[in-house]
């Protein structure tokens, strides 16, 4: 209205100046022209201009090692370890450093073009307080969207629900009290510890009953330099950060058919537990497979200026002692003969080839003394991991824990893995409800041995389609299947034979379900679909007397119920719908690419549509008044 005001009182008093002027004229001026009333006009809201649809997408979510979102305060940083080739933002724009910086939780980008044999994205996520962690995207001209969830591991993490310990400490601190034990440091000479001990120690542990049990030591020596990647001795003495991941085989091993967990510690595994390693043959090729995992750790040492240990200096070495539950699965079992002198020797010789399991047909048990456990380390910044050396099994005299002692001789993820091949490279199986009807119930398949998990959700969520799991690259050796709906397991068995109970069902190859059907022990959910529509409308009223009509445009979009990640949506244009189960609760956050941020709406299940508005600041022109009232502006309507 103050804009309307304004422009009313210039007209009237233009209007009347122009009428005085021509009061004032008289036939002695000779000038019979009687000059034209100004025109009115308004300032008027130039419509924004839409995204361009790309040929596809791609999100990462993150949330901590808990399951929770992370707090708004954090800044997360995305880095991609391959080439960023055919990455856009999700405006179309070239990627800047902007897009690759996030405060929502969230990253999200689209692609220029997809090769006809698709294309593979790794990237790291990094954040101030947590630990790296990374993954791995494959989208292909079908598979054009895709979703990743990752979790970050706080550097101080204690008594959560899930068995995972990590502490940030100074290496001073790490004298226990009443010790007669010094510690210093110069950048020439390295650490000096001294007095009733040559070496300091950082102990982290786990024992949840009926979950998880085992723990690390690790150990610095008089004498260790601090070098960073780049051999520079830190100038200042820096503080430890000792992170220990539990493999729940307890709970895998205990755990009644009924039950899932939703939240594990195997799911903040960096890259995940299915991956690639470079091929023992000694070429530049890698081969697929799986991690069985007997515990891993996250050791950093860090300056007050962020500045990262490395590596220890010649002849230097770190001490890392693993208590490894006595549950975890072997699936490349290999035993040492007492009296061996040379493990790595031993190992190479008899099933094993840089870490890779060699053995033909290997017959999974639970590790034992003497067993062979290959050593593995990540590097945080390329998001790999490479085989490092082998350790043996020992007896602790404890009962439930083993021991596992390596000498490293570089900081970074330290794993207990046995890597074994994969026997397919993809494995693809139908899911009935209790009523043999295709499945319409979202879930998470939950892929489990001693030490091995795979949490996966959202299968084909993008076209809204749960009655296939499509599995890349599976597990090599025996599992066990269990199908999450509402924090139970609902899985039946094999349709051919399910009973009306809740089961596992256990495979020595889960390759051999493949054209298989599955069947739950639940009826399909009511469905309920609604049209969604995203569009830019312009937030800058206070500048225009008429307004733009909204313009609906394309951007990538994430369905949740609660904080559990549904489904994404990004190509069908500003309008898609969405599947929503008749008795749960569903937000939707969409990218503001304007602007570099997520904003929410809560959805309401029902079959009205709904708009989500994108503010943006629309370009404003000057026009003549043509006796239209023009738009008012619309906004977003709820639903």
Not at 34 to 48: I, K, S, Y
Not at 375 to 400: I, L, P, Q
Not at 420 to 432: K, T
Request: aromatic content about 8%; overall charge negative.
């Amino acid at each position: 209205m103050g804009n309307n005001e304004f422009k009313l009182t210039k007209l009237a008093l233009a209007l009347g100046v122009t009428l005085s002027l021509s009061g004032c004229l008289s036939d002695d001026d000779k000038n019979d022209t009687v000059p034209e009333p100004p025109v009115p006009t308004q300032d008027v809201a130039v419509p924004p201009t839409a995204a361009e649809t790309q040929a596809g997408a791609i999100s990462v979510s993150l949330i901590d090692a808990t399951g929770e979102l992370l707090d708004e305060s954090v800044t997360a940083t995305i880095t991609f370890t391959s080439s960023e080739d055919g990455l856009l933002s999700v405006a179309g724009d070239a990627l800047s450093d902007e897009d690759k910086s996030t405060t929502d939780g969230a990253f999200s980008f689209t692609l220029e073009s997809i090769p006809a044999d698709g294309v593979t994205y790794d990237y790291v996520v990094s954040a101030e307080g947590y630990l790296n962690n990374s993954g791995s995207f494959t989208v292909t001209t079908t598979e054009n969207v895709a979703a990743d969830e990752i979790r970050l591991t706080p550097r101080n993490l204690a008594d959560s629900d899930v068995p995972i310990v990590a502490e940030t400490k100074s290496l001073e601190s790490l004298v226990p009290e009443g010790e007669n034990t010094t510690v210093a440091y110069d950048p020439t000479t390295g650490l000096s510890v001294s007095g009733d001990k040559d070496e300091i120690e950082l102990p982290q542990s786990v024992n949840k009953a009926g979950v998880a049990v085992g723990g690390t030591t690790v150990k610095i020596k008089n004498g260790t330099q601090f070098l960073t990647a780049d051999g520079t001795a830190l100038e200042t003495v820096p503080e430890i950060t000792v992170a220990y991941f539990a493999n729940e085989a307890t709970r895998n091993e205990t755990e009644a058919d009924s039950a899932t967990v939703e939240n594990s510690s195997l799911d903040a595994f960096p890259g995940g537990l299915a991956l690639s390693v470079a091929n023992p043959d000694g070429s530049d090729s890698n081969v697929s497979g799986s991690f069985t995992s007997g515990g891993f750790v996250a050791i950093e040492l860090t300056d007050d200026a962020g500045n990262k240990v490395k590596t220890f200096g010649e002849g230097n070495s770190l001490t890392v002692a693993m208590q490894v539950d006595q549950n975890t699965s072997n699936p490349c079992p290999v035993s040492v003969p007492a009296g061996t002198t040379d493990l790595s020797a031993y190992a190479e010789a008899n099933g094993y080839s840089m870490g890779v399991c060699t053995l033909t047909s290997p017959t999974a048990r639970k590790i034992a003394v003497g067993d062979v456990f290959p050593v593995w380390s990540y590097d945080e910044d390329a998001g790999k991991w490479s085989f490092e050396s082998y350790g043996e099994v020992t007896d602790n005299d404890s009962a439930d824990t083993f021991d596992v002692s390596v000498d490293v001789n570089h900081l970074s993820y330290w794993n207990l893995d046995y890597f074994n091949n994969n026997q397919c490279s993809s494995v693809s199986f139908d899911i009935v409800d209790s009523n043999d009807q295709p499945n319409a119930g979202r879930y998470s398949l939950v892929i489990e041995n001693n030490g091995f998990r795979r949490n996966v959700r959202n299968l084909r969520a993008n076209r809204g389609d749960y009655s296939q799991a499509n599995i890349a690259n599976p597990p090599g050796f025996p599992v066990t299947l269990k199908i999450r709906q509402k924090g139970a397991n609902v899985l039946a068995g094999l349709a051919s034979d399910a009973g009306t109970t809740a089961t596992k069902l256990s495979v020595s190859n889960i390759c051999d379900l493949d054209g298989e059907t599955l069947k739950l022990t639940t009826s399909n959910p009511g469905i309920i679909s609604k049209q969604v529509t995203t569009q830019l409308v312009c937030s800058n009223t206070e500048d225009f007397d008429v307004n733009a009509d909204p313009v609906p445009t394309p951007t990538y979009s994430r369905l949740f119920s609660g904080n559990a990640l549904v489904n994404t949506y990004y190509g069908e244009g500003a309008t898609f719908n969405v599947a929503l189960e008749e008795g749960s609760s569903y937000s939707i956050r969409y990218y503001d690419y304007g602007n570099r941020q997520w904003l929410s709406q809560d959805l309401e299940v029902n079959t009205t549509p709904v708009t989500l508005d994108i503010p943006t600041v629309c370009e404003v022109v000057e026009q003549p008044i043509t006796g239209g009232t023009g738009s008012s502006g619309s906004g977003g309507n709820g639903g």
